[in-house]
């Protein structure tokens, strides 16, 4: 009779595998994995059949390198990255024409090649990129001059034709990056209403650390915008999405200035709940206001809900004025109020209306 916990191992190791992450890798990465493979047979095929060339393997290691499996595929991008290893390429074929190959020259190549490329270039990744096609070249050394360089124009060229031919979905990318963006705002709003409704101060704190943390979330929904608009503008095939992202990107704008004035918000919030003192008022015209913003949201994948969105952010705008609504709070509390006007006049615009109307749509003060 075997030992059960002998046998329990396996089951329980395999009740922790979860391959959902690594599947949703393979599917976002689908059509980048395509680009390199098509790119990298095509480049070599090419310098290897049609030029004769005895081993044009920098001719497939440059697709790889310049196209790669990284969030950022604009095509300029691209061409900074194949001019870096071309950088690298062109130093140590001359460093081999006047010093041969061996270690020390392998050394002056690698070295001779990161001093060019940072002075190029402030990127760390171009200065890498040409620092590695050096190393290869004299590893590898060949008996005809330049033949490597001419193989990575092969394939810097190939990366590029195939970026605009075989483009990503920069749609797909942008929704993702776009929907936890607000995702992460929206977690940040409820967590503030919270804290106003209780005089909650740790809560309000906890609010801000959520409000200073969405940096990062906005900036990788900005990068994906620019990476998308720019395949758009040289790709015939995405150009019909160009609108799409040109919307997408007002709404980016419009979103990263709320996520500003939320911080300020959350700033008060936290002084203000010192005295413990619970603020529904505050609280509820919170939760208003981002109940449109989940409109604002919802309008990235189907813009026939803007006039909602619209709507609900009109109807919350039109009586936002602090002496109204709170005519004999103290004036930390007014001060409180008026601060959330700005993040309804960038909704506002998100959801599509002119800055102007946008601003005349609050009361003025």
């Known amino acids: 009779m075997a030992d059960p916990q ?68 604009r095509p300029i991008r691209v061409v900074e990255t194949i001019v870096g290893m071309l950088v690298g390429i062109l130093v140590a074929e001359l460093l081999l024409i006047l010093a041969g190959s061996g270690i020390w020259q392998l050394a002056l190549s690698v070295g001779v090649a990161l001093i060019v490329a940072r002075f190029i270039s402030s990127k760390a990744s171009f200065a890498i990129a040409a620092a590695i096609q050096a190393i290869i070249v004299m590893a590898l050394p060949v008996g005809v001059p330049f033949v490597r360089l001419l193989d990575g124009v092969i394939g810097g060229i190939a990366a590029i034709v195939v970026t605009s031919l075989i483009p990503r979905n920069p749609l797909r990318a942008t929704l993702r990056d776009g929907a936890a963006a607000f995702a992460a705002v929206q977690d940040a709003a409820a967590t503030l209403s919270q804290a106003l409704r209780r005089g909650d101060r740790m809560r309000a704190a906890r ?35 160009r609108f799409e992202l040109e919307r997408q990107a007002r709404i980016h704008t419009s979103l990263d200035l709320v996520v500003r004035s939320l911080r300020v918000v959350a700033r008060r919030a936290v002084y203000l709940s010192d005295d413990a003192l619970a603020r529904p008022l505050a609280a509820d015209l919170v939760n208003d206001i981002f109940r449109g913003a989940a409109v604002v949201s919802a309008s990235l994948t189907d813009i026939s809900v803007e006039p909602t969105a619209r709507a609900q952010l009109l109807a919350v705008a039109a009586h936002l004025d602090p002496r109204e609504l709170a005519p004999d709070a103290p004036l930390g509390d007014q001060n409180l109020i008026a601060s959330l006007r700005p993040i309804v006049v960038d909704l506002l615009v998100a959801a599509g209306v002119s800055p102007s109307d946008a601003r005349a749509a609050v009361p003025r003060l």
Do not use: C
Not at 10 to 26: K, M, N, T
Not at 40 to 52: K, N, P, Q, R, V
Not at 212 to 241: D, H, K, Y
């Open 6 to 73: 002998t046998t329990a191992i396996p089951i329980r190791w395999y009740s922790r595998f979860d391959p959902r992450p690594g599947l949703r890798r393979v599917r976002d990465s689908a059509i980048a994995i395509v680009q390199i493979v098509v790119a990298a047979s095509f480049a070599y095929w090419f310098a290897a059949d049609i030029l004769g060339h005895p081993t044009p393997l920098l001719a497939a290691t440059v697709t790889v390198s310049s196209l790669g499996l990284v969030r950022d595929a």
């Open 207 to 241: 609010a801000l650390e959520k409000a200073r943390a969405l940096q990062p979330v906005m900036q990788n929904w900005g990068e994906s915008l620019e990476s998308g608009l720019a395949i758009s503008r040289i790709s015939p095939f995405t150009r019909r999405r």
